[in-house]
């Protein structure tokens, strides 16, 4: 009995005309969901490797909303809905959305001249301002950044486009630049020869470019080198790492010092020495400290 009563609901409902309009409007939307889902991964696999993982993320999202809008405006029309009154409605919303969004809409501009200009991609490592991290996502409205302590970063597109932006990761290799010194006294010829010697060793080292040892300076206390090595740039941290502890452990191989600052107090030609005196007796107490103790 139930279940005629229920089929002749049914029944009654699909024939009624608004009814029908919600079920097909329903239908749309649905549809039109799942095939936003579809079609920007196959338009992404269509296009290949024409694409790189930011063009692809972008191309799937602006896909899905097209068609599920299409789909949308579709179903509105099923339910009666006239779309030109819509779209005059939603034009209005629109400039007063875009005078009180002004970040937003500059924000999307920024992200479109990202788009074209690619200074960076999604996985490359990049440095802005003071925060250094991989770039996990570019989207509309700001880049999201994972810093090397997993701290999570976005960075509004409006800024990136303002800002200096170091690609870490744009080209294959890198130079690491070792800033060093050794004593006045150290063969410069010998030190040359020793840290070429830590280069060719190390595995990770290039041979093409080739290191370079460069002089930079005379300074206080210690005659001063740039030591410049090349390396994948997968293996710049590495590198970084082991070649200031591989020179270190060299110099000591070689009994090359690497000096601490000096100072020496000069008094003049025509002066005599300044006296040193080495007094073992501890200095006999003052008054006032034995007065302090007495009342302690």
Request: proline share 6%; charged share 20%.
């Amino acid at each position: 009995m139930d279940l005629e009563l229920l089929q002749s609901t049914a029944q009654s409902l699909l024939e009624h005309p608004r009814a029908v309009g919600v079920f097909w409007a329903i239908v749309k939307i649905g549809t039109g969901f799942v095939l936003g889902r579809l079609a920007g991964p196959g338009l992404v696999q269509l296009l290949g490797q024409q694409s790189d993982a930011h063009q692809s993320m972008l191309i799937q999202r602006l896909t899905f909303y097209v068609v599920l809008g299409l789909f949308t405006a579709s179903a509105l029309s099923e339910l009666g809905v006239d779309l030109s009154i819509l779209l005059g409605a939603a034009g209005i919303l629109t400039v007063a959305l875009g005078f009180a969004s002004q970040t937003s809409a500059s924000n999307i501009i920024s992200g479109l001249f990202l788009l074209g200009e690619k200074p960076f991609g999604v996985g490359d490592i990049v440095r802005v301002g003071t925060t250094t991290g991989e770039v996990i996502a570019i989207d509309l409205l700001s880049v999201k950044l994972r810093t090397f302590d997993n701290l999570f970063v976005r960075i509004p597109n409006e800024t990136m486009i303002k800002a200096e932006i170091t690609n870490l990761q744009r080209f294959p290799i890198r130079r690491f630049d070792l800033q060093m010194g050794v004593a006045y006294k150290e063969d410069l010829d010998r030190v040359r020869e020793v840290l070429q010697t830590v280069a060719d060793e190390h595995p990770l080292s290039l041979d093409e470019p080739a290191p370079m040892i460069l002089f930079t300076g005379f300074a206080d206390s210690s005659i001063n080198f740039q030591f410049s090595v090349w390396a994948l740039s997968d293996n710049f941290l590495e590198i970084r790492t082991q070649i200031p502890l591989a020179v270190k452990a060299a110099f000591d191989e070689h009994n090359i010092e690497i000096p601490f600052p000096h100072r020496t107090l000069y008094t003049g030609s025509e002066t005599t020495p300044m006296p040193v005196r080495i007094d073992s007796k501890p200095p006999p107490s003052r008054p006032s400290d034995a007065a302090s103790g007495t009342s302690a």
